[in-house]
């Protein structure tokens, strides 16, 4: 299996190429690549 020190490893890799610091700013960052219609909230 995967060990919670490996997914916290590659996690931080991401938050570091999207210049954030934790998942909040990483999901923000990712929604503002793929905008989302009005459709897409309902």
């Keep these: ?3 919670e020190a490996t997914i916290k490893a ?5 938050f570091r190429k ?3 610091s934790n998942r909040y700013q990483a999901m923000l ?3 503002s690549f793929s905008p989302q219609t009005d ?3 309902h």
């Excluded at 590659?10 to 991401?14: E, L």
Aim: glycine share 6%.
């Design 1 to 3: 299996g995967v060990t």
């Design 10 to 14: 590659h996690a931080t890799a991401i």
């Design 18 to 20: 999207l210049n954030v």
């Design 29 to 31: 960052q990712l929604n």
């Design 39 to 41: 459709d897409d909230r």
